[in-house]
């Protein structure tokens, strides 16, 4: 048989011989007989059934459901001897001599699994007819396993396809639709469509009312509508009715009464889509599906309160079958023997089928059953049922007895099911602490992995199963082990807001460091999280305090992620306990308090200012977090003018909270007056209002609000005249914002280093136009302007080095140099920026300043010993990174070994195939505890 002009979507056979398979949900997607069988394309779609070309076509129910068994005969394994159309003489060695069938083969092109290499006994090997044009030339005398097929879903041999509609829907039939909702809006085109009336058709049964001459179907429901359905929309209901059961278009509702015994559905999808507005779905309910239950009560909307596996749930009556009614001839005791009855048909059937027999029984607990099965010769310890072994399945349901059964029978116990999950997942997944503790005295891998990369830990984490984890961690289960996300359990532990897991994951030792595929580490992740008691463990278990600090691949900080997602307790945190440093710039340059402005998240902008944040940091742009508060309000007023058709109606808008702002950031009635309020509570704090940006705009540029200018104005000055008036006049000249000021412009900063003197009066466009120094009338004979520390490019330089004179590096650098990196001098004395502006220092005095000589700073010797031992210790430090962080990474700290010698991360040394230290084979990778 042959259907010309088709080809199988799989494999590709043109045209497909056999029986033809075709989706009744994809347009124009065939299959052939061995794809459809091997579970090709989607098992939830239903297939059109073409037995010859030109047949009529038989819908069939989607794979999913349906029923899969072995097919045995003559396939690769069997014994065979010569059969009825034997006509090759004695190549079999004579009459009765056997053969070993070694493949299964084509006899022609056209004629494909029609033939079988045979190695007889004789030693002679040879292909043989089995079944190419109806003939056969042999016979089994001992068959062998040949894949499975669906039984159900073969045409029965000599039957004549009877169906005059398609589906074999008749009139009066109950339907329902089983599909999902996308998957009907497709099918629905060309028969009827789809609109928003038919969605009470995927929850309630209907009945059919007629078949037009296209072959649709018109459905009848209980509210009278009726619709115009694709045939492979439908489903045939099979209701079990009661003697006085409505019939008909009566709905199925009417059949249930209090006492009934239901069925809960097998589907999982489809459940979860029918208890919405029912009662809703939980996860808790998972263990009732195609349980059977009692019906304890019919509420006013119909849905029903069942009784099943112990408790008591909501389900929508279309969520369930009846099996029996309640009967007032059947008394309580008869009824509970009925309800055994009933779950042991439903839930241990037999099929003939001894490893599906072995799961089950595995799986119910059945210790009398499991030890018949296992004294059996043909049964298989590891065989599966539905994708699990009965390993599997009694670890998962926590029966210790069954499992020191199935481990003297050498059962596999790392065999995995279709996800990769081992029994060791299985019984993490059930919180089955006792049962991990047998597969660990059964040689157990506890750290195995699944397909997502997931250990048992991470899902006794995702679960929240405490006492798994901690089993689990006592055996020696690595507890930073990552999975396909790179999230490690402590990532899971805080995702999922269980705070004692986490604690005990700490004590065993987790790695707060291990970043995930995104760059966060546990911290990063709680402050992206916004969980606060999470990170109030973190901080309190930190191996080291530096941690806090770390960055992410951007820049980001802990604190940078709680400043950009408003998390204020977070942020506390880590101000507070965790001792953060506020002034960490991220790739660009900007702060915690420049994200925290950008963002107008008040609360945060307040905590970071009065925790010492500083307010005139800079980013790429050169914006200081006051130039983001006035770019901000500038931009909601264009906006406002552009929402309000009165113009005027701004200025009395803002008039009456102009107090309010001066004040500082207090609560705000709107979250217009957000920005302005910050600008404010920045300029009151002492936000420099002349810092200019990169395009040479200071703050007040990019506020053409004079109202608000005025304020800022005013705050600054506020601030300014406090702290002078809370100093001696001897200590003003010493302000620090003062000495800075151009003493020609008083626009720009000062930044030209004059000499020989040392001093710095000017900026740099002044500088040319001074002839003597204005500090100490010395005749100026050079000219440098103060660029960026040499060593570290983060801060401009600010320390005086003598006798050279060079001003080349930070406070921080400077103080780690015995020699100039400019000219290579020894340094001698260093003399700070205050003090080369006219300021005065802890040893200075008025005459050695105006004499134009800088005071020794650091001419002590325990100083420079002390230098000498910082630079040492952070070179050891440096030497012990080295020697533990990835090579490849070089973020991470080392964790898996080779057999070579060599190692990295573990994420990095998971995808790599060969060291790249010394390029060997990795044979084995070996974790670090």
């Known amino acids: 048989i042959k259907h010309d002009g088709t080809m199988c979507d799989t494999c590709r056979q043109q045209p497909i011989i056999g029986i033809r398979w075709k989706c009744a949900e994809c347009t124009n997607y065939d299959l052939c007989t061995v794809c459809y069988h091997g579970d090709k394309h989607h098992l939830r779609h239903r297939f059109y059934r073409i037995t010859t070309p030109g047949s009529e076509r038989v819908l069939l129910e989607s794979r999913r459901k349906s029923k899969k068994i072995t097919a045995r005969g003559i396939f690769a394994g069997a014994r065979v001897v010569r059969g009825v159309d034997w006509q090759w003489e004695d190549q079999d060695g004579g009459n009765g001599r056997r053969g070993k069938v070694t493949e299964i083969q084509d006899w022609s092109a056209s004629s494909p699994h029609s033939a079988a290499y045979v190695l007889w006994d004789n030693g002679a090997k040879n292909l043989y007819r089995v079944g190419f044009e109806g003939m056969s030339d042999l016979k089994c005398v001992q068959d062998a396993k040949g894949g499975s097929f669906y039984r159900d879903h073969c045409p029965v041999l000599g039957e004549q396809n009877g169906n005059r509609n398609p589906g074999g829907l008749q ?26 009336g038919m969605f009470e058709t995927l929850t309630t049964t209907g009945t059919v009312c007629g078949i037009d001459e296209d072959h649709d179907i018109v459905v009848q429901y209980p509210s009278g509508n009726r619709w115009t359905f694709n045939p492979a929309v439908l489903t045939k209901a099979n209701i079990v009715r009661s003697g006085d059961a409505a019939q008909g278009a009566e709905g199925g509702t009417s059949q249930f009464q209090v006492g009934d015994l239901v069925q809960v559905c097998y589907d999982l999808e489809r459940i979860k889509l029918l208890q919405r507005g029912h009662g809703e779905w939980a996860e808790a309910m998972l263990p009732t599906l195609g349980k059977v239950g009692r019906v304890q009560q019919i509420y006013s909307d119909s849905d029903l309160k069942v009784e099943v596996c112990g408790t008591s749930w909501t389900y929508n009556p279309a969520a369930v079958s009846k099996v029996a009614s309640a009967g007032s001839a059947i008394s309580n005791a008869s009824g509970e023997r009925l309800s055994q009855l009933l779950k042991k048909l439903f839930e241990t059937q037999e099929s003939g089928d001894l490893n599906e027999e072995l799961v089950k029984a595995a799986a119910n607990g059945d210790v009398a059953k499991v030890e018949d099965l296992l004294k059996r010769p043909d049964v298989d310890v590891n065989g599966q049922c539905a994708g699990h072994t009965a390993m599997q399945a009694a670890s998962q349901n926590g029966h210790v007895d069954i499992l020191k059964l199935l481990l003297k029978q050498n059962v596999d116990v790392e065999a995995e099911d279709k996800d990769g999950d081992r029994a060791v997942h299985h019984a993490a997944f059930g919180d089955e602490g006792a049962v991990i503790e047998v597969l660990h005295l059964g040689s157990a891998d506890l750290n195995a992995r699944n397909k997502r990369r997931q250990t048992p830990l991470h899902i006794a984490v995702n679960k929240g199963h405490l006492q798994v984890v901690k089993t689990l961690l006592d055996f020696g289960c690595h507890p930073s082990l990552q999975d396909s996300e790179g999230d490690t359990p402590l990532h899971d532990a805080i995702s999922k807001k269980r705070d004692d897991i986490l604690a005990v994951l700490l004590e065993a030792g987790a790695d707060v460091t291990i970043t995930n595929n995104n760059g966060f580490n546990a911290l990063h992740h709680a402050a992206l999280r916004g969980n606060p008691s999470a990170m109030r463990v973190l901080l309190s278990k930190l191996p080291r305090p530096w941690i806090v600090d770390e960055k992410k691949d951007d820049g980001y900080t802990a604190l940078h992620l709680a400043a950009l997602n408003n998390h204020v307790e977070v942020a506390e945190l880590l101000v507070h306990q965790g001792n953060a440093n ?67 109606k701004v200025d009395a808008a803002w008039e009456p909270s102009k107090n309010t702002l001066i004040m500082g950031l207090g609560t705000q009635g709107a979250e217009k007056k957000s920005a302005a309020s910050i600008a404010c509570f920045l300029a009151a704090n002492g936000a420099d209002l002349s810092i200019r940006n990169k395009k040479g705009q200071s703050p007040l540029d990019l506020c053409p609000d004079p109202s608000l200018c005025k304020a800022l104005a005013k705050c600054h000055k506020e601030k300014v005249s406090g702290q002078v008036g809370s100093r001696s006049p001897s200590m003003i000249s010493n302000d620090s914002e003062t000495l800075e000021e151009c003493m020609v412009c008083s626009d720009m900063k000062r930044d030209t280093l004059f000499g020989p003197c040392g001093h710095i009066a000017t900026c740099s466009l002044c500088s040319p136009r ?41 406070e921080n650098c400077a103080s780690l140099m015995k020699k100039c990196v400019q000219c290579r001098a020894v340094v001698e004395r260093r003399a700070p920026f205050i003090l080369c502006c006219g300021g005065k220092g802890a040893e200075d005095t008025g005459d050695e300043l105006a004499s134009g000589n800088i005071p020794v700073l650091q001419k002590d010797k325990d100083n420079t010993n002390v230098n000498a031992d910082v630079q040492k210790l952070q070179q050891q430090l440096q030497d012990i990174k080295e020697q533990t962080m990835c090579p490849v990474c070089l973020d991470r700290l080392k964790n898996m070994i080779f057999l070579c010698g060599h190692g990295t991360c573990q994420l990095c040394g998971d995808r790599m195939s060969e060291c790249p230290i010394c390029r060997k084979a990795i044979e084995r990778r070996i974790l670090l505890y």
């Open 171 to 196: 009139i009066g039939d109950l339907v329902n639709i089983d599909l999902d909702l996308e998957i009907v809006q497709s099918l629905q085109h060309g028969h009827g469509g789809w609109t928003d």
């Open 582 to 648: 506020l002034d960490i710039q991220n790739v660009n340059q900007q702060t915690a308090l420049h994200l925290a402005v950008e963002r107008q998240h008040t609360q945060i902008v307040r905590l970071l200012v009065r925790a010492g944040a500083k307010l005139d940091i800079q980013d790429k742009d050169g914006d200081t977090p006051l130039h983001e508060a006035l770019r901000h309000h500038t931009l909601s007023q264009l906006r406002q003018l552009q929402d309000m058709q009165d113009v005027g």
């Open 770 to 810: 001074v002839k003597k120094c204005l500090i100490c009338k010395e005749q100026v004979q050079s000219r440098t302007k103060i660029e960026e520390c040499v060593v570290c490019s983060d801060k401009k330089a600010a320390v005086l080095f003598q006798p050279c004179g060079h001003m080349c590096a930070c």
